[in-house]
């Protein structure tokens, strides 16, 4: 018997793809929808059985939001995360949300079949290893500390740290070369090696990542401006 379903991505795309090939076995797909700010009231007003919801990121603070929404408003959905390959504290996270399970996603379709049925049955859909490692940061979140602004700052030498602070502050090149008494040349370079360890395009992205994961709570305030290197 098929299942009523909705199907909630990141891209449009990839929600309509998964929904297509869902109907094509026999589930009830009631929507297809990207996962903007009415998602989670969409799930609560169609209350489908089992509600898959993509995410790239989950171990973003507040991604699970919705599924607190949905299981507050709508406890008999079950919703399945679909992620990639995860951490412990971003299984942990959708759990102590409420979801009903984890699923990868680069997993057969099925394989997410297997995980939906589970989940309408009111079981854990997750792999069993995955399921104890979400366990065990529930249970003792200090032992397994994922802290990425810590291993981001671990990345970068002390200058490139330096350069980055400067960039979240706004400086542009010619102040970062000034107060760091470098040639904006060798703060271009500084500026693009910071980007590229913390795979961003842009120093709007690499301040904003910083800021997010408390990166420059841990570097501190720059130093003055030392003597001019060549």
């Known amino acids: 018997m ?21 109907k094509l076995r026999g589930h009830r797909v009631l929507a297809a929808a990207a996962p903007a700010a009415g998602a989670a009231e969409l799930v609560i007003s169609r209350a489908p059985e089992v509600c898959l919801l993509g995410t790239a990121t989950p171990a973003e603070p507040g991604m699970f939001d919705p599924v607190v929404k949905i299981k507050r408003e709508r406890p008999q959905v079950a919703v399945l995360v679909l992620g990639p390959v995860p951490n412990p504290r971003g299984i942990a996270a959708a759990f102590a949300a409420g979801a009903s399970g984890y699923v990868r996603h680069d997993e057969r379709i099925e394989g997410v079949e297997r995980a939906i049925m589970k989940a309408r049955a009111g079981e854990a859909a997750v792999a069993p290893q995955l399921l104890q490692g979400a366990f065990s940061e529930l249970l003792n979140p200090a032992a397994q500390p994922d802290d990425e602004g810590q ?39 500084h500026v693009q090696r910071v980007l590229m360890k913390l795979g961003v395009g842009s120093r709007l992205e690499a301040a904003a990542l910083a800021a997010r994961t408390g990166l420059l709570d841990r570097a501190g305030p720059v130093p003055g401006p030392p003597g001019v290197e060549p």
């Open 2 to 22: 098929g299942v009523r379903l909705m199907v909630v991505d990141d891209h449009r795309l990839l929600a309509e793809a998964l929904a297509s090939a869902l």
């Open 151 to 189: 291993r981001l700052l671990q990345m970068l030498t002390p200058r490139e740290v330096e350069v980055l602070v400067r960039v979240a502050d706004g400086e542009d090149t010619r102040l970062i070369a000034a107060g760091m008494g470098i040639a904006p040349s060798t703060a271009r370079t």
